[in-house]
DNA sequence: TAGATCACG
DNA sequence: GACGTACGTGATCTAC
């Protein structure tokens, strides 16, 4: 083998430093030491090497701060505090780190690491090699070409020529160009003021370059940005310098020195035990990825013993805040009187900046006793009201930290404090939630409440609510708790997130999960925090009369029914229903339920609509007392006061394949499939002058399916725009085209579904009504012309009993602990579930990542501030829209959820959005 | 508080 | 080879 190498792999060693420092907790060793940033580069190197394929490797460091930059702009850089304290003392050590991998430590006085990578990076590429350079430095685009590429490996994703003109509007090549006018206030490069990335990428591609654009200065029609490029022309030429990376630096270590050596086990074994890592031992010495479950980090005190400030005037507050801001990390929980978001009011804070370091502030308590509304006639001699801050006063202290880009908040469901917050005028960014944390870590596995994880991995149980406030009848709000209580309780809470997020934060590294939890659940939060804040308009009056009429028809059916039956008995219990119809009428009784009740759900009535009158009064007044009862009626009582709309939370947690699910109401299930039940979405409406849009994604599932089983006739059939289930019927029946029927193409139809849920031929013959033999000829059938489906279910199966989960597209982990359980029910369940999940999960992800970028897409189209995003059902999402600017946003919105599995994904099969508008929901859809 | 039922994707 | 079945949710009502 000859020493020229094939594949370099340049790590930016410096940047994984400092990302690792702020992204984990304190942890020490046993001498005292820090060493978290030691731990997360060694846990990322660790990675890195198992996953390249690179013969040759280095990781790059900065050598000291000066360089030749600074003799060039004395202020480059400046404005960068000092390393902290803590990280300091790990330096060495990471050298340690980077030799007991056997990998090459490269640094040089007087140059940056990018410098460094730029020159070895020319060089191996001049050679002939494949350069991938390790770092998510935009600095560093400049360096893509055809050779050069880049991996980020926070997003998980490769940036080459695409992503380099996502991000900076131009190729490669112009990225300094581009640089140079726009500036970096991270680096202190000025550029020109009042120049950013668009506007320098556009100039740059009007001009072709930075020399032609200053020379040429004088042309440009905008006034103000004439003067500046034409004042500011010599600090541009400087930026250039400080932002061009220098490629031809003398380096001490030639490239042949980087080839990659053998790991020696022994030595990096060694270095792992003087650091007290013990996952990453486990991990070393026997491959797994499962680790062992003891945390490296010493035990913190357990929350029981920990004390709690109650914090009732300005200056105890502002130490707190300076605390956070020294930390740069909080835990935040708010309390409140209601459990429903937008009816809370806000009663007090708890923050806590270490662990067994928390503080609650009221803010809103009431004298404890007093009923916190309507009681007026007890005001005088009740007990007075506790000592607390003026509300508006600690948010005003608040707020600035709260909203504060350096400091990270981190919540328990932080999308509750979020929207309660928001109601008090304070955003609350950048945010970590434990909750998701867990969610993307053990989603499948267990709950993901506070007590439930703060049992599970502190090993200690929190105070209950009703403790503190009580329960049942006599339960009194968080307000009406005496302080003591509520900062024991609220405090906790805070200081129990903390330690969640202490304990489950690393581990998203440690398992390859930060690109889920980063790109899908996080940022989701702020966006469903807005949608629920939202709301839809619902129109009472609609809702009012269908009610009305509904009542009257079902105190009609309701007589009839008594008379059919003989005598009078509650329709609506399914106990008596069963005796009427099975014992006394003597109906041919169907399935038994599983608790040995004659079941009288619709699926067994529905065949016996003909043999008696009784049975299709009895199906038409559970339509109608479901309608009336679920919808019309319970929907008017959530119509808020204030806004006149109704505002759903969305639970991001609630299902296990990752989809969402909606509560207080639950507006994922409107009505839709009859024409009675439909006519509840006309009660959803726009503003006078709006209109709602709904946008659904056409066959998700089904596309999915196609393109994981690389099934051919179904992914043709959908690129030709085909009818699918018509397609599906012609390939399994061999019906032509042209003479299908509508019940070949039904039966089709439902081997599709059943496809996606896991298809049983038992399932199957109860769907579409044939014998359970027929059922089962289809289903062969249909394997043998798609055997592509047959190998998907088979591998999806085999791969979640050897983890014990299976994952989406995106990386997204489904739990499923049953798939080896011996009881063959549950554990056939757990297969058809494992090969649903995928499916279900990756469509899921999908809208998601749309939910995301749809509001900087609608900002860039100029139409943020009018066009709201207020619901998501799955596969679709519900605008509201002034009527004007309905054709464009639906343009801008359709680009992002068609779009939206790339960049990560290359489907086989497009994905297709529909999409409607009109006055109501019923329109629209 | 559990079970049955039924609304949705 | 038996087990008893389509996947994922939430709200309401009855009956214990």
Not at 184 to 194: A, I, L
Not at 260 to 284: H, Q, S, W, Y
Request: glycine fraction near 6%; hydrophobic fraction near 40%.
């Amino acid at each position: 083998m000859s020493e020229t190498p094939q594949h370099l792999y340049l790590v930016d060693g410096s940047a994984y430093i400092f990302r690792a420092f702020f992204a984990l907790p304190p942890m020490n060793r046993e001498d005292g030491t820090p060493t978290n940033a030691v731990f997360g580069v060694t846990s990322m190197l660790l990675n890195l090497i198992e996953r390249t394929d690179a013969d040759h490797v280095a990781v790059i460091f900065d050598a000291k701060r000066q360089n030749f930059r600074n003799d060039i702009y004395p202020d480059y850089k400046g404005h960068r505090p000092d390393a902290p304290e803590e990280l300091r003392p790990q330096f060495p050590i990471i050298r340690e780190a980077v030799e007991a991998l056997s990998l090459p430590y490269v640094e040089m006085e007087g140059f940056e690491a990018d410098d460094l990578i730029a020159t070895y990076a020319k060089q191996a590429a001049a050679a002939g090699a494949e350069v991938t350079v390790v770092s998510s430095d935009k600095d560093l685009m400049q360096l893509v070409d055809d050779h050069i590429s880049m991996w980020d490996p926070m997003k998980n994703q490769v940036i080459s020529y695409d992503q380099v003109m996502e991000k900076f509007g131009v190729g490669p090549d112009k990225v300094v160009d581009v640089q140079s006018l726009a500036g970096d206030s991270t680096d202190n490069v000025p550029g020109v003021p009042g120049i950013g990335i668009k506007t320098a990428a556009q100039l740059i591609n009007e001009y072709g370059d930075l020399d032609t654009l200053l020379e040429r200065a004088s042309e440009i029609k905008q006034p103000k940005r004439r003067e500046s490029l034409i004042e500011f022309a010599e600090q541009a030429r400087i930026s250039r310098q400080l932002v061009r990376l220098k490629d031809d630096v003398a380096v001490e270590v030639p490239i042949a020195d980087l080839k990659r050596r053998a790991m020696d086990k022994d030595r990096l074994l060694t270095f792992l035990k003087e650091n007290g890592f013990k996952r990453l031992i486990a991990r070393v010495s026997d491959g797994s990825e499962t680790g062992a479950s003891a945390s490296d980090a010493p035990a913190p005190p357990k929350p029981a013993d920990a004390s709690y400030d109650l914090v009732q005037d300005a200056d105890a507050l502002k130490a707190w805040i300076a605390l956070a801001e020294k930390v740069g990390t909080v835990a935040v929980d708010t309390e409140t009187t209601s459990l429903n978001q937008m009816q809370a009011e806000l009663v007090g804070v708890s923050l806590s900046v270490e662990a067994g370091k928390a503080c609650y502030i009221p803010l809103a308590h009431v004298a404890p006793g007093s009923a916190g509304d309507g009681d007026l006639l007890s005001t005088g001699d009740d007990a007075e009201v506790p000592k607390q801050m003026d509300k508006a006063e600690a948010l005003a202290l608040l707020k600035p930290m709260l909203e504060d880009p350096g400091i990270l908040k981190i919540g328990q469901n932080i999308k509750y404090d979020a929207v309660v917050l928001a109601g008090e005028g304070v955003a609350v960014t950048p945010i970590d939630d434990t909750m998701l944390i867990s969610f993307v870590l053990e989603g499948g596995m267990h709950g993901h409440g506070m007590d439930e994880l703060s049992e599970l991995h502190l090993d200690h149980k929190p105070i209950a609510f009703s403790e503190v406030a009580g329960k049942g009848k006599s339960q009194i709000t968080f307000a009406e708790v005496p302080l003591d209580k509520a900062r024991d309780y609220a405090a906790e809470d805070a200081d129990i997130t903390l330690r969640l997020w202490q304990a489950l934060k690393p581990r998203l590294l440690e398992e390859k999960l930060v690109t889920v939890y980063e790109t899908i659940e996080r940022p989701l939060v702020p966006v469903l925090a807005m949608m629920e804040r939202e709301g839809i308009k619902v129109d009472p009056t609609v809702l009012r009369s269908m009610s009305t009429d509904f009542g009257k028809r079902i105190a009609d059916l309701e007589t009839e029914i008594h008379k059919e039956a003989g005598r009078n008995f509650n329709v609506g219990s399914p106990k008596q229903l069963g005796e009427v119809l099975f014992d006394e009428m003597g109906l041919d009784s169907g399935r038994k339920t599983k608790t040995g009740a004659q079941s009288t759900s619709s699926d067994v009535l529905e065949p016996l609509r003909d043999a008696h009158p009784i049975v299709a009064k009895v199906l038409d007044w559970r339509m109608l007392s479901k309608l009336k009862s679920t919808y019309t009626d319970a929907l008017m009582e959530d119509i808020h006061p204030r806004t006149g709309r109704v505002h759903t939370s969305y639970m991001m947690t609630g299902a296990q394949t990752g989809r969402l699910s909606s509560t207080d109401p639950n507006l994922q299930n409107i009505p839709i499939r009859t024409e009675e039940g439909r006519a509840i979405r006309k009660a959803f409406v726009a503003p006078s002058g709006s209109k709602l849009i709904s946008l659904d994604y056409s066959q998700i599932e089904l596309r999915l399916v196609a393109h994981v089983a690389g099934i051919e006739p179904l992914i043709q059939a959908f690129r030709d725009g085909q009818d699918i289930h018509a397609a599906t019927a012609s390939e399994v029946f061999g019906v032509p085209m042209a003479d299908m029927t509508s019940d070949v193409r039904r039966k089709a139809k439902a081997i599709n579904f059943g496809i996606i849920y896991g298809i049983s031929a038992f399932g199957l013959a109860n769907q579409i009504g044939v014998a359970r033999g027929e059922a089962q000829a289809f289903i062969d059938r249909y394997f043998e012309r798609f055997p592509g489906i047959r190998a998907y279910m088979d591998e999806t199966v085999e791969y979640c009993r050897k983890h014990g989960r299976v994952e989406t597209l995106f990386g997204r982990r489904i739990h499923i602990p049953t798939i080896n359980d011996k009881n063959p029910m549950r554990r056939n369940y757990a297969e058809r579930q494992s090969i649903n999940a995928p499916i279900q999960g990756t469509a899921a992800d999908i809208i998601k990542r749309a939910m995301i970028r749809i509001p900087k897409a609608l900002e860039d189209a100029g139409l943020s501030d009018r066009v709201k995003m207020l619901l998501q059902v799955h596969d679709e999402l519900v605008f509201e829209a002034p009527e004007g600017d309905t054709e464009a946003a639906i343009a801008c919105i359709k680009a992002v959820m068609e779009g939206a599995a790339q960049p990560l994904l290359d489907l086989k099969v497009p994905l297709i959005v529909e999409a409607g508008t009109g006055d109501s929901w019923a329109e629209a859809h």
